[in-house]
Nanobody, 129 residues
Framework: QVRVAESGGGLVQAGGSLRLSCVASGRTFTTTAMAWFRQVPGKEREFLAAIRTSGSGNIYYADSLKGRFTISRDSAKNTVYLQMDSLSPEDTALYYC?????????????????????WGQGTQVTVSS
């Protein structure tokens, strides 16, 4: 079992930045990837970024982010970060961290909600105009 917990959300003005953190605990040695998603009420959960925590170490981003978000990892702390810059009100959402313990044959799997078995409770990000 792996547990993940997000932190770092809050209220920020448009154009500002936030850094979210996600700490994994439990059987962390089994994780193969960690990712960030977000969701607004009435919409599907949206992929933002993922990082492979075993093997290749590949990083994946949603094309829609246009380089504004950066995912990184501190393996010694079992922590993954999401640096978010140039925030706009459209980025207001509940941000989730997720972890997977499976390995997939294609990179596209790491962008899918169904790939991840372990989810945090979410941290709210609100961007004011």
């Amino acid at each position: 079992q792996v547990r993940v917990a997000e932190s770092g959300g809050g209220l920020v003005q448009a154009g500002g930045s936030l850094r979210l953190s996600c700490v994994a605990s439990g059987r962390t040695f089994t994780t193969t990837a960690m990712a960030w998603f977000r969701q607004v009420p009435g919409k599907e959960r949206e992929f933002l970024a993922a990082i492979r925590t075993s093997g290749s170490g590949n990083i994946y981003y949603a094309d829609s982010l246009k380089g504004r978000f950066t995912i990184s990892r501190d393996s010694a702390k079992n922590t993954v970060y999401l640096q978010m810059d140039s925030l706009s009100p459209e980025d207001t959402a509940l941000y989730y961290c997720a972890a997977s313990s499976l390995t997939y044959p294609s990179d596209r799997y790491y962008r899918a909600v169904r790939t991840y078995s372990y989810w945090g409770q979410g941290t709210q990000v609100t961007v004011s105009s």
